[in-house]
């Protein structure tokens, strides 16, 4: 298989992916520190963590629907070489 680069898309959502990791870290980390853990730092953690697995699922959604554009084109091809073989017999 042909090296596939990175599209626009997964580009966009790296640098986004980055930032909310960095921002919200900082931001959570900043609030435990003047208040400390109350249900409500708890329930923000939970549901940073929430946006940061719906990144990372996106990304791998991203990726694997790349990879089968590659094997649906190669499978294309195997069918047009069959066909011409099954023509010239």
């Keep these: 298989m042909r090296e596939r680069k990175p599209n626009v898309f997964e580009?966009?959502?790296?640098?986004?992916?980055?930032a909310i990791l960095m921002v919200g870290y900082g931001l959570l980390h900043?609030?435990?520190?003047?208040?400390?853990?109350?249900?409500?730092?708890?329930?923000?953690?939970?549901?940073?963590?929430?946006?940061?697995?719906?990144i990372i699922i996106t990304a791998a959604n991203?990726?694997?629907k790349e990879?089968?554009?590659?094997?649906?084109?190669?499978?294309?091809?195997e069918i047009r070489l069959l066909r011409e073989e099954i023509?010239?017999?």
């Design 11 to 18: 580009k966009i959502l790296l640098v986004v992916g980055v």
């Design 30 to 54: 900043w609030q435990i520190s003047r208040i400390g853990f109350t249900i409500e730092i708890i329930t923000a953690i939970f549901l940073w963590l929430i946006l940061v697995a719906i």
């Design 62 to 64: 991203e990726n694997i």
């Design 67 to 77: 990879e089968l554009k590659q094997v649906v084109e190669l499978q294309l091809q």
């Design 87 to 89: 023509r010239r017999k």
